[in-house]
């Protein structure tokens, strides 16, 4: 009977277990530069059989927060080798989420003050669509999302390159190959989403081959550059983060790149379930069809707990399962929920920004006479 605690090979990569750590970006880096204190962040908790790192942007366009470490300089690729290293040492494994998060940006966080990028001209509007970015007074805090402005067609390709790049530099830095970033309203889905492109070139949203072109010119061009077996792909299907409103072309649209990256024998694709735990936004229904065109390793993410990630692997949805806020405050996540140990809270307030606080020093489960939890 499959559990978490089983190994796996991923693509002729060996993950001790079947815990993922999702990715999630901590905005702590005060030069958009990964150092120390994010070494030790990633040693902590390299016990899961795979890492994917917070989202590091591939290049000044693609970044929407402040204090967040990026992988296009030689100074980046360094920092990301001190992190690589830790978590190697420890026995784990780490992919970096390479991320252009397109129109989720402000002017302060651009080249030159530039507006932000995306498919078309429509800026992200709803109650969550904020950047954490500086205000007039240079002032890092959220604000709300510049109006973008569409990318010309024949610029699409240096976004393409960026990626690639990105892929190349995460392999210098040690990582053990990257994700994608193509979920949570970011550059790819701004794409897939013919709410918000509403271009008519081959990247429009007249057809579901146009609406994907992009995502998979970056899947290959990755592929070329490190090998299909480095390369994961996130998406978040029926997610709403960030101005996407539903469509009736969601399911054709992701069963048509299930089957397109099928074919390319990728590390795995990742799902992320941005409903709750009662209320899941990925339909068992969805998730049997995904299953069924997409034959590679599947990861699913979203208020997952032990008992519905076992349940899961049991009927042969996903492979692995990844855990998000449960990382942030058990270090040890892997051990307390194979020992059914009891699981500390995470503090909501210091999950962006800040130093060691709520970052490095949630403790281990104490064990003894004395055992309490953090
Ligand atoms: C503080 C925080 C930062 C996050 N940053 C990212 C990110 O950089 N990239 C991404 O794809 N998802 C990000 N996420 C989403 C997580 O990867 C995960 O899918 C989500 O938290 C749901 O899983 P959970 O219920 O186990 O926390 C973030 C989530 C949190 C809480």
């Known amino acids: 009977m499959k ?3 089983e190994t796996y090979d991923m693509q002729g990569q060996t993950l001790r277990n079947r815990f993922v750590m999702a990715p999630m970006t901590r905005a702590r880096a005060k030069d958009g530069i990964a150092d120390d204190q994010t070494a030790l962040y990633y040693r902590q908790r390299a016990t899961a059989g795979l890492i994917v790192s917070e989202g590091t942007p591939i290049s000044r366009q693609g970044t929407g927060f402040a204090f967040i470490p990026g992988i296009w300089s030689d100074a980046q ?3 990301w080798q001190g992190v690589t290293r830790a978590v190697h040492e420890e026995g784990g494994r780490i992919f970096a989420q390479i991320w252009h998060v397109g129109r989720m940006s402000h002017t302060s966080l651009q080249p030159a003050g530039a507006q932000p990028v995306s498919s078309s001209a429509k800026p ?3 109650a969550n669509s904020t950047a954490f970015a500086f205000n007039d007074e240079g002032v ?4 709300e999302a510049s109006v973008p402005r569409p990318l010309e067609t024949n610029e699409i390709a240096s976004i393409v390159d960026d990626f690639a790049n990105a892929a190349a530099n995460a392999v210098t830095a040690g990582f053990d190959g990257v994700e994608i ?3 949570n309203g970011y550059l ?5 989403n013919p709410h918000v492109n509403d271009r008519s070139d081959r990247y429009g949203a007249g057809t579901v081959e146009d609406r994907t072109r992009f995502v998979l010119e970056v899947v290959d061009a ?3 550059r490190i090998g299909a077996e480095r390369v994961g792909i996130r998406f978040s299907p029926f997610g709403k983060l960030f101005d996407m409103p539903h469509h009736p072309l969601i399911e054709e649209t992701y069963l048509h790149l299930a089957a397109a990256l099928d074919a390319r024998r990728l590390a795995y694709i990742h799902l992320k379930d941005q409903g709750r735990a009662d209320a899941p936004a990925l339909s068992p229904d969805f998730l049997r069809k995904f299953r069924e065109t997409y034959s590679g390793t599947l990861i699913l993410a979203g208020s997952l707990d032990k008992q519905r990630a076992e349940q899961l692997l049991r009927h042969g949805l996903i492979d692995l399962a990844a855990f998000g806020q449960p990382f942030i405050s058990n270090p040890d996540l892997v051990e307390r929920m194979e020992q059914d140990l009891p699981l500390a809270k995470p503090n909501r307030e210091t999950y962006y920004g800040g130093g060691a606080e709520g ?3 949630y403790p281990v489960y104490q064990h003894g006479p004395e055992a309490k939890v953090a």
């Open 181 to 183: 970033h193509g979920a």
């Open 77 to 79: 690729v360094h920092g």
């Open 3 to 5: 559990s978490l605690s």
């Open 222 to 224: 990755v592929i070329a």
């Open 124 to 126: 992200a509007r709803d």
């Open 359 to 361: 970052y490095t020093d």
């Open 188 to 192: 790819l889905e701004q794409f897939l």
């Open 140 to 143: 890092a805090g959220f604000v």
